[in-house]
């Protein structure tokens, strides 16, 4: 599986834009970038996913270089509820049959926020 | 029903019981998973069930035996455990990579 690259940590202010980076420069042409955050004591939730294009939802937004080999998650106005650990995975197309790999975690940005 | 759900949300076992956790999901999805989380670590895959049948095995010991009876359940049935077992075990569905991942709150295991 190609990796990625994220910060350990990052620190924000409440009601701030936060910008979360992650480098693949070895992403393939047919893996997608997943984005998913955990919060203390619970599974991992689902925030965004992409492939090419810039992707909005009611979470976040989610911006890929148009060479792929990087992304940014943001999240536009920051609350203490956002405060997780957030993971940027690269995940293969699934293959035919309707089956999927699995998603392999790396370690990850604990992003803080400040109130 | 847009959630994956685990039970029992704890467990504490010994090293010589048998014990199973149960993962459930109405989501349609055919695809299912194990994971094993230690404290302060990323998730780690165990295995891979597509369409009930079992597609990836991460090289996990044999004390740890998974198995789908029918599209919606995941069982992971534990026999002889270790303590280094201990570990936040989690389930999750999808219904292929274009849809994402649902992950259930996972099941909190204490192996004494």
């Known amino acids: 599986d190609a990796k990625t690259t994220q910060p350990n940590s990052m620190e924000s202010n409440e009601e701030e834009p936060v910008h979360l980076p992650c480098n693949h420069s070895t992403i393939s042409g047919t893996d997608y970038i997943h984005w998913y955050r955990q919060l203390p004591s619970q599974g991992p939730e689902y925030v965004i996913h992409?492939?090419?294009s810039n992707v909005n939802n009611r979470m976040a937004s989610l911006a890929i270089a148009e060479d792929r080999k990087s992304s940014t998650l943001i999240l536009h106005r920051a609350t203490l509820r956002d405060a997780a650990v957030y993971y940027c995975?690269?995940?293969?197309?699934?293959?035919?049959?309707?089956?999927?790999?699995?998603?392999?975690f790396g370690k990850g940005t604990h992003l803080i926020i400040q109130p | 029903d847009t959630e994956v759900t685990q039970t029992p949300k704890h467990l504490v076992m010994g090293m010589t019981n048998k014990k199973s956790l149960k993962c459930e999901q109405h989501m349609g999805h055919r695809a299912m998973y194990w994971y094993k989380q230690k404290a302060k670590k990323p998730p780690e895959l165990m295995f891979v069930?597509?369409?009930?049948?079992?597609?990836i095995n991460e090289s996990v010991p044999s004390r740890f035996s998974p198995e789908c009876p029918n599209s919606s359940l995941l069982n992971l049935h534990l026999h002889a455990l270790q303590p280094e077992d201990s570990a936040l075990y989690l389930c999750?569905?999808?219904?292929?990579?274009?849809?994402?991942?649902?992950f259930g709150s996972g099941t909190r295991l204490t192996v004494v």
């Open positions: 995975i690269l995940s293969r197309r699934a293959y035919s049959g309707g089956g999927a790999d699995g998603l392999t």
């Open positions: 999750a569905s999808s219904q292929a990579t274009v849809y994402g991942y649902t």
């Open positions: 069930y597509s369409y009930e049948k079992l597609s």
């Open positions: 992409g492939l090419t």
